[in-house]
Structure formats: structure tokens, C-alpha cells
């Protein structure tokens, strides 16, 4: 029997022997990593920072328009209950012109707040020589916040589109619009010209995140996303139920 012989055993591999220590020296592009992270971090805290104040003045402007629209909607009540009817869009000339709108009518309901109350000349013309250099004056009142910057210096962001005057109160369909934003429309303040077409309503949109704000014949307010809502009924815009929502 043959007995295939055994090899010797390898001996180990001698260690190699280490080099001896030397200081860690910090070369220019060791601190790339380093700076690129930390001019990140710094551009993301200014990036939330930018959005968070972004959002503070869209919210902002929001909050003041809907001020703005609920001081409407109490003076309009308050109109209604002295009244006892609801306020034409326009006074009238004897002969048929149109001479102030709604909106020159109520200056004088909000008193000295309003300077453009004392200085309004109330027997003359909207467009006449005397009301010309009010242009400028309108109150922050009927304006939106949101679109100061965006539209000419007095210009209306609230219109009565439906004249309900002729309708009593009481049987006034609750659901007539008696005011609508549309701030991105233009209209001088003191226009008597607040009538829009169907078409011009359909487009009405908002920078408001809630949309844009109705105030109806009831005296209730609501916003608006789109105007899907709006409808036109025996010559009136009415707001129609929202639709509901379809079962998953």
C-alpha cells in the first residue's frame, strides 16, 4: 500500500512590519464634505424658512380679506334692517344716469374711519371733476389685501352683481349672491358699474388658498374654490348646493 507522502507545513508569512505613525495632515479638499454639507443644511433652513413666510402673508391676506367681507356682509344687514329693503348697486340721476355706486353710498356708515367720506363729493357725478382725484382714496375696506400690489391703486375688489332692491327681504331667495370677490377684475371704487357677465363670472378665481368669498342674500358668507357653485336663475347669480359626495 502506498502512502502518498505528507508536504511539510508552510510556516507562516513573516509579519510585515508597520510604518511607523505619522500625524494626520488635513489637505484643502478634506473639508469639501464638510463645507458642501453645512452649505446645505444652510440653504434648506432658509428655503423652510422663506416658505414659512410665504405661507404667514398668504394666510394674512386670507385672514384681512374675510374681514373685510364680514364688515360688508353686517353692513349690508344692518342696511336691510334700517331699510327695510336691500341696497341698489347704483343711485340714479333723475334722467336715468348713473351717479355713485353702493360703495360711495356707505362711506359715510363707517364715519371718520373712512377719509374718503368727508372729501367725497356726493352731489356730483362718480366720474365727475370734482370725484376724479378720489380715484386713490378707496378704503383698505374694499379691498383685498391680497391683490394690492398686483391691480391699479382703487380698485374694487367686492360687487354687487345682483340688484335685489326690488325684492323684499323676507322672500328674497336666501341664496342670491349680494356680494362676490373677484379681486382680479378690474373696477375703479367709485364705478357704478358692478354688473358682470356670465362669462366674466366664470372667471373669477382667487390667491387665496379657501378661494375666493360670496356673501349671500341671507347675509351669510362662504368661499369658493371655483365657481362651479354659481348659477344663473330667473336673471339672479345664486349659489347652488354643493353636490354630494359619491359613495366609494
Known amino acids: 500500500m502506498n502512502v502518498q507522502p505528507t508536504p511539510p507545513p508552510v510556516p507562516p508569512y513573516p ?18 464634505f464638510p463645507i458642501a454639507m453645512i452649505a446645505g443644511l444652510f440653504s434648506l433652513v432658509r428655503y423652510f424658512e422663506r416658505e414659512r413666510s410665504r405661507h404667514e402673508v398668504i394666510f394674512t391676506a386670507q385672514a384681512e380679506c374675510q374681514e373685510n367681507v364680514n364688515r360688508l356682509a353686517t353692513t349690508l344687514s344692518d342696511y336691510v334692517r334700517t331699510f327695510g329693503h336691500f341696497p341698489p348697486p347704483f343711485q340714479a ?45 378707496m378704503p383698505a375696506l374694499y379691498g383685498c389685501p391680497a391683490y394690492r400690489t398686483l391691480m391699479p391703486a382703487g380698485n374694487a375688489s367686492y360687487r354687487m352683481i345682483n340688484d335685489l332692491s326690488s ?46 368669498a360670496v356673501v349671500l342674500a341671507d347675509f351669510t358668507t362662504e368661499r369658493l374654490a371655483d365657481v362651479d357653485r354659481i348659477k344663473k336663475v330667473d336673471g339672479l347669480f345664486v349659489l347652488s348646493e354643493p353636490a354630494a359626495a359619491s359613495p366609494r
Open 167 to 212: 325684492l323684499e327681504p323676507a322672500k328674497a331667495p336666501g341664496n342670491a349672491i349680494l356680494l362676490i370677490e373677484a379681486a382680479g377684475l378690474p373696477l375703479d371704487w367709485r364705478s357704478p358699474f358692478d354688473e358682470l357677465t356670465e362669462d366674466q363670472v366664470r372667471s373669477i378665481t382667487s390667491r387665496h388658498p379657501s378661494g375666493f
Open 93 to 137: 340721476e333723475p334722467g336715468g344716469a348713473r351717479r355713485e355706486s353702493w360703495r360711495a353710498t356707505f362711506l359715510p356708515r363707517f364715519g371718520g374711519e373712512v377719509a374718503a367720506g368727508e372729501r367725497y363729493d356726493f352731489r356730483k357725478p362718480w366720474d365727475s371733476d370734482e370725484n376724479q382725484h378720489h380715484a386713490g382714496d
Open 15 to 32: 509579519a510585515r512590519a508597520g510604518r511607523p505613525g505619522r500625524p494626520l495632515r488635513l489637505r484643502p479638499w478634506h473639508l469639501v
